[in-house]
């Protein structure tokens, strides 16, 4: 147990629908990060948000869109996917941002599918 | 990039053999990681080596960093089925913020 949970653990969507993923800390950390990690690719890094802020955005499709209510909590809300966005996505959170050496907790996962 | 390399993409072995993986990136670093994925799982912290160390332990795990070569290794002596996971390597940049950049990966499996 990292101390950062997700849920749901599966999910089956189809290209119309809209879903909410979830991820919750435990840590006190102040920065928290989504990942996408599809086979045979290296993880992606897709938000990080660091004091409830978002301080990187790289380059993600607007149909992914993150929310930050408080330092525990990230959500990823999906809508209108494509079949080409199943994956694993991860939540993760660490420390701080800017500090240097700074090691990441994951948390399991949600296996996304996209029909 | 600073996207880090593993080598080899995958790796098979008999228990209580020693387990070697390969990492190479391509512009300076002040830390790489490594880390641990078993299979649909979240990845788990296994250890950091600071770009002026050369060797790391921590258990049975033995990490080098070489940034002449810009490359380090894992090494996990007398190994056990358990041990049977994705090793990740991840560098961070000298911008001074601690986005982790990862490789690939390398799959192991430990046979009993």
């Known amino acids: 147990e990292t101390g950062v949970t997700q849920t749901p653990r599966h999910l089956v969507m189809g290209m119309t629908n809209k879903k909410s993923l979830k991820c919750e800390q435990h840590l006190g950390h102040n920065a928290m990060y989504w990942y996408k990690q599809s086979a045979k690719k290296p993880l992606e890094l897709m938000f990080v948000?660091?004091?409830?802020?978002?301080?990187e955005n790289n380059s993600v499709p607007s149909r992914f869109s993150p929310e930050c209510p408080n330092s525990s909590h990230l959500f990823l809300h999906l809508h209108t996917l494509q079949p080409e966005d199943s994956a694993l996505y991860l939540c993760?959170?660490?420390?701080?941002?800017?500090?240097?050496?700074?090691?990441?907790?994951f948390g399991s996962g949600t296996q996304l599918s996209v029909l | 990039s600073q996207q880090g390399e593993e080598d080899p993409q995958a790796l098979s072995i008999q228990e209580g053999e020693n387990a070697t993986m390969n990492c190479s990136y391509k512009?300076?670093?002040?830390?790489l990681q490594w880390y641990r994925q078993n299979s649909g799982r979240g990845l788990v912290h296994l250890i950091l080596?600071?770009?002026?160390?050369r060797e790391k332990h921590s258990g049975r795990l033995r990490v080098t960093l070489d940034t002449s070569k810009k490359s380090s290794s894992l090494l996990i002596t007398a190994s056990r089925a358990a041990d049977t996971a994705s090793y990740f390597c991840?560098?961070?940049?000298?911008?001074?913020?601690?986005?982790?950049?990862f490789g690939k990966g390398t799959m192991l499996l430990v046979s009993p």
């Open positions: 993760a959170s660490s420390q701080d941002r800017g500090r240097l050496g700074e090691k990441l907790f």
């Open positions: 512009t300076s670093i002040n830390n």
């Open positions: 991840a560098t961070d940049s000298l911008s001074g913020y601690s986005t982790l950049t």
């Open positions: 948000y660091s004091l409830e802020e978002r301080v």
């Open positions: 080596i600071r770009s002026n160390e």
